[in-house]
């Protein structure tokens, strides 16, 4: 009989440990099910704070750049009309020569040339170029050319406008009687605007955030502007992902690998009439994502593990009662942990023992009370709270009774804080009051 009852016992006792090994496999499960849908909820997050700044970016660059192309409208048609007056006041001279560089200061010019031969200088407003040929610029001998030909009376060459400042010159050619006048200004951009409004300064505000690594604008010949010094970017033609993203209009996002460090990156097509097409890309941090990451999983595990203590705990304890040492060891771990749970939890816990001294102040009663459990603990409650705020005075050592209520007190800034206080009687293993 004997035997019998101890084979049951190890029976009933190897089926407690399985279990309960099985109840924190479940746990631990249900935790990592829930540690991933959190992580993904919060990358979601992330990806759509990185495309609200990359709506804000397109918006900025769009605007910028209708800015920049509308001055610069206005300063063409401004040169067309210097260049109509100034060719001919020259015709109407004989010995103007002297008057170009007059002209070039009132009209704030570049320069004045005076071109025959199609590349020859007879006269400029800047002396020491008359006998030279015209520079090897592009737009300027195609102006001059168009001129020379008769195809036309008058060519303007007008650079494309671009999202940053930059040195560009607008050139006018104009027939006259003796060949053609050229006329070199300065396109005149709202520098002080785009330095302070302008798509460089947004990108630069951006990349200034915490939770942003960088902000790029970026298109086949590399990088146009970039919020910090970046040593290098894989090209587009050398990446699908950025190749896919320049055909389509949407930001979209993905975990990139930028020097080392993983980001969230948003990337965006930017295309503009005047410009050639590009991408923007802004890199998430995703430091924060990781450290809330990692607390989420260690406070999980431990949960889980406390849990399954807890299940062990209480499955032993109904099972063995014959193993009273075991069971009181058991209990103490159980205590230790309640412990820290009491410490950890968000409401104010007070205990007094039975002669009304006060033996438990956790952190949020002392936040909660203005009071330092230090200074407290171990003092008659009677001193410290002489208005009996907790009812634990007024409880007494009546067993039967329970006080719940609210009551108000003063917070740090003066303001009257309302407490739900709820204030029971302890009693011991006996049943007798123990505070």
Known sequence: MNFFGAFIDLVRRRAVVVLSILFGGII????????ESSRQNMLELIGQEGKSLMQALVTSAGNNLAASAIVEEAAAEHLVDVGELL???YSARRSPSDSLSVWERRY???????????ITIVASSWPEMTGDTLEQIAEMRAAVDSVMSGRTALALAAPLPVALPAERSFYLAIKISNGVMLLSAP???LSDYQQSLGIGYVARQLGGQDVVEYVVLQNEDGIVLASRQIDRLIAIEADPFLQDVLEHEQSVTRLYDFEGTEVLEVVRSFRSDVMPSGLFRIGMSLDSYHQLSSDSLTQLVILSVVLFI???VGSYAATSSRKLRATTGSLQELQSLTDEIIES???AVVATDARGRIKLFNPQAERLLKQSARAVVGQEYANIFPADELFLGKLGSDQSRLR????????????????????SPLVDAA???SG
Do not use: N, W
């Open 28 to 35: 631990l499960a249900l935790a990592y099910i829930g540690i």
């Open 87 to 89: 060719a001919a006041l």
């Open 108 to 118: 704030s010019l570049e320069r004045i040339d005076i071109v025959r031969d199609s």
């Open 187 to 189: 396109v005149r951009q």
């Open 310 to 312: 807890l299940g062990m």
């Open 345 to 347: 939890m968000e409401a």
């Open 404 to 423: 719940r209520d609210e009551v108000s007190i003063d917070g740090s800034g003066g303001e009257k804080i309302t407490l739900l206080v709820s204030a």
């Open 431 to 433: 049943g007798a009051f």
